[in-house]
Protein backbone atom coordinates (compact mmCIF):
# COMPACT_ATOMS: atom_id res chain seq x y z
CA UNK A 1 0.00 0.00 0.00
CA UNK A 2 1.25 3.24 -1.33
CA UNK A 3 0.40 7.00 -1.24
CA UNK A 4 2.27 10.37 -2.61
CA UNK A 5 1.62 13.37 -0.42
CA UNK A 6 1.91 16.46 -1.73
CA UNK A 7 2.84 19.29 0.31
CA UNK A 8 3.11 23.27 -0.58
CA UNK A 9 5.54 25.03 1.33
CA UNK A 10 6.06 28.33 2.06
CA UNK A 11 9.59 28.43 1.77
CA UNK A 12 12.37 27.56 4.23
CA UNK A 13 10.88 25.64 7.50
CA UNK A 14 8.96 22.98 8.81
CA UNK A 15 5.86 21.72 7.24
CA UNK A 16 3.75 19.82 9.69
CA UNK A 17 1.89 16.71 7.60
CA UNK A 18 1.38 14.03 10.41
CA UNK A 19 -2.60 14.56 10.70
CA UNK A 20 -3.27 13.29 6.39
CA UNK A 21 -0.72 10.64 7.26
CA UNK A 22 -2.61 9.49 10.36
CA UNK A 23 -5.71 10.08 7.92
CA UNK A 24 -4.69 7.93 5.48
CA UNK A 25 -3.41 5.26 7.97
CA UNK A 26 -6.73 5.01 10.00
CA UNK A 27 -8.36 4.01 6.60
CA UNK A 28 -6.16 0.54 6.71
CA UNK A 29 -6.23 -0.42 10.49
CA UNK A 30 -3.18 -2.93 9.48
CA UNK A 31 -0.10 -3.14 11.85
CA UNK A 32 3.70 -2.92 10.00
CA UNK A 33 6.16 -0.52 9.73
CA UNK A 34 5.52 3.32 7.67
CA UNK A 35 8.20 4.43 5.36
CA UNK A 36 8.17 7.66 3.79
CA UNK A 37 10.66 9.33 1.66
CA UNK A 38 10.71 12.65 0.11
CA UNK A 39 11.19 12.90 -3.31
CA UNK A 40 13.42 15.65 -3.63
CA UNK A 41 17.24 16.60 -3.01
CA UNK A 42 17.14 19.86 -1.40
CA UNK A 43 14.40 19.32 1.45
CA UNK A 44 13.94 16.55 4.43
CA UNK A 45 11.88 14.40 6.40
CA UNK A 46 12.14 14.93 10.70
CA UNK A 47 10.13 13.36 13.40
CA UNK A 48 10.32 16.57 15.65
CA UNK A 49 8.07 18.09 18.99
CA UNK A 50 4.69 19.73 17.53
CA UNK A 51 3.77 21.51 20.64
CA UNK A 52 6.31 24.61 21.14
CA UNK A 53 6.75 26.73 17.30
CA UNK A 54 9.77 28.06 19.12
CA UNK A 55 11.23 24.27 18.22
CA UNK A 56 11.00 24.56 14.68
CA UNK A 57 12.18 27.98 14.67
CA UNK A 58 15.14 27.56 16.18
CA UNK A 59 15.77 24.28 14.11
CA UNK A 60 15.43 26.83 11.49
CA UNK A 61 17.90 29.40 12.20
CA UNK A 62 20.27 26.57 13.60
CA UNK A 63 20.72 25.10 9.42
CA UNK A 64 20.74 28.56 8.36
CA UNK A 65 23.86 28.90 10.61
CA UNK A 66 24.75 26.34 9.80
CA UNK A 67 25.15 26.35 6.01
CA UNK A 68 24.74 29.68 4.71
CA UNK A 69 23.48 31.03 1.24
CA UNK A 70 26.59 30.58 -1.05
CA UNK A 71 26.35 34.27 -1.45
CA UNK A 72 27.77 34.42 1.65
CA UNK A 73 31.63 35.32 1.99
CA UNK A 74 32.42 31.47 3.90
CA UNK A 75 30.56 29.49 1.51
CA UNK A 76 32.93 30.75 -1.58
CA UNK A 77 34.24 27.38 -2.22
CA UNK A 78 31.17 26.48 -4.10
CA UNK A 79 30.73 25.83 -7.58
CA UNK A 80 27.70 24.53 -8.33
CA UNK A 81 25.29 27.94 -8.47
CA UNK A 82 23.25 27.53 -11.25
CA UNK A 83 19.93 27.49 -9.41
CA UNK A 84 20.60 30.62 -6.95
CA UNK A 85 22.63 30.92 -3.75
CA UNK A 86 20.15 28.99 -1.80
CA UNK A 87 20.20 25.97 -4.44
CA UNK A 88 23.93 24.03 -3.66
CA UNK A 89 23.56 24.96 0.49
CA UNK A 90 19.97 22.81 0.32
CA UNK A 91 21.61 20.30 -0.73
CA UNK A 92 24.08 20.12 2.11
CA UNK A 93 21.58 20.38 4.35
CA UNK A 94 19.62 16.98 2.85
CA UNK A 95 22.84 14.91 2.99
CA UNK A 96 22.86 15.84 6.64
CA UNK A 97 19.40 15.27 7.53
CA UNK A 98 16.75 12.20 6.58
CA UNK A 99 15.44 11.88 3.18
CA UNK A 100 12.77 8.89 4.79
CA UNK A 101 12.19 8.19 7.79
CA UNK A 102 10.47 4.47 9.46
CA UNK A 103 7.63 4.68 11.97
CA UNK A 104 5.87 1.33 13.42
CA UNK A 105 2.34 1.27 12.82
CA UNK A 106 -0.06 -0.45 15.37
CA UNK A 107 -3.74 -1.23 14.60
CA UNK A 108 -3.56 1.71 11.63
CA UNK A 109 -2.08 4.27 14.25
CA UNK A 110 1.80 5.66 14.11
CA UNK A 111 3.44 4.35 17.25
CA UNK A 112 4.48 8.29 17.73
CA UNK A 113 4.89 9.85 21.18
CA UNK A 114 2.60 12.45 22.63
CA UNK A 115 5.09 15.14 21.20
CA UNK A 116 6.10 13.94 17.67
CA UNK A 117 4.69 14.83 14.71
CA UNK A 118 6.34 14.33 11.00
CA UNK A 119 7.86 17.11 9.07
CA UNK A 120 8.93 18.11 5.71
CA UNK A 121 12.08 20.77 6.30
CA UNK A 122 12.40 22.68 3.08
CA UNK A 123 15.59 24.35 2.16
CA UNK A 124 15.24 26.13 -0.63
CA UNK A 125 14.16 30.40 -0.15
CA UNK A 126 11.30 30.28 -2.33
CA UNK A 127 7.61 28.20 -1.99
CA UNK A 128 8.10 25.01 -3.33
CA UNK A 129 5.81 22.15 -4.02
CA UNK A 130 7.25 18.28 -2.60
CA UNK A 131 5.81 15.10 -2.88
CA UNK A 132 6.54 12.23 -0.03
CA UNK A 133 6.26 8.84 -1.02
CA UNK A 134 4.43 6.65 2.25
CA UNK A 135 4.89 2.90 1.83
CA UNK A 136 2.62 0.59 4.45
CA UNK A 137 4.36 -2.87 4.33
CA UNK A 138 1.98 -4.95 6.46
CA UNK A 139 3.43 -6.90 9.04
CA UNK A 140 4.12 -11.02 8.38
CA UNK A 141 1.57 -12.26 11.09
Known amino acids: MHRIFALQTRGPGLT ?5 VAEWLCARPRTGVL ?3 VRHTS ?11 DVQ ?11 PPADD ?5 ITHRDEGPDDMPAHIKAALLPISLQ ?13 QGIYLFEHRRAPMRREVLAMLV ?3 D
Open 16 to 20: EFTAP
Open 35 to 37: TLM
Open 43 to 53: ASLLIQENADP
Open 57 to 67: ADLQAFFARLV
Open 73 to 77: PAMGW
Open 103 to 115: IPVIDGRMGLGTW
Open 138 to 140: PAA
